[in-house]
């Protein structure tokens, strides 16, 4: 049974971009699919949490193209805006420390809650994270920042992130520890210097 709204997500070679010289688009798209639906196997306990549910992969002909076909998978819709929307590169800068700090912390708790199930998330950039809508108290302020975009749009006492987009990932063994929470606040600790300044911006490779 599905549910009432889906995300397909289709892989049509037409569209790649690619570099002849090093890959085929039909290569191409074999690996983005067969990354993705791995993943999803492989994050099966993290589903309707951490990412969204994984509801099948099919392949599809397109009767107006003379049946030439189009690999879909079905995926749980998340309600909520992706980072990018929420804080615009050009206005990063401005976001305090207070709200990039919780941000950025919670993106990467999910980011190693992933890669305990030993899929490493390597296009790790804020198009890729989705914050659920939050209860908020109109007027209320969560920040002294006046500058602050964010001031009076997300409570940074409670975000819950969703990550998506699973065609660029390392597989690697399942380590639990990257999920348990001391050991998991260490790690978060290390990585966090390297988003704080740059990751809001999209300014990271």
């Known amino acids: 049974m599905y549910p009432p709204q889906l995300v397909a997500k ?11 010289l090093y890959a085929h ?3 191409l798209r074999d690996l983005s699919v067969s990354c993705e639906v791995e993943a999803y196997q492989r994050l099966k ?6 990412v969204p549910r994984f509801y099948g992969h099919f392949v599809a002909p397109l009767p107006s193209q003379d049946g030439r076909t189009v690999n879909v998978l079905l995926l749980e819709h998340i309600q909520g805006t992706d980072l990018r929307i929420l804080v615009p590169p050009n206005t990063a800068e401005n976001v305090c420390h207070r709200h990039k700090d919780a941000i950025i912390d919670a993106a990467l708790r999910v980011f190693f809650d992933i890669l305990a199930c030993g899929v490493k998330q390597t296009d790790m950039q804020p198009r890729n994270v989705i914050l659920r809508p939050q209860k908020l108290v ?9 500058e602050c975009p964010l ?19 390392v597989f690697r063994e399942p380590d639990t520890s990257f999920s348990e929470p001391s050991t998991q606040e260490v790690h978060v600790k290390n990585a966090k210097s390297l988003y704080l300044e740059k990751w809001l911006g999209n300014m990271l490779p």
Do not use: W
């Open 10 to 20: 289709i892989f049509d070679p037409v569209f790649f971009d690619y570099d002849a």
């Open 25 to 27: 688009p039909f290569i």
């Open 45 to 50: 306990y993290l589903q309707g949490k951490r």
């Open 138 to 146: 109109s007027g209320t302020q969560y920040c002294a920042t006046l």
């Open 151 to 169: 001031r009076l749009e997300i409570d940074c006492n409670d975000l819950h992130m969703v990550m998506v987009d699973f065609e660029v990932v």
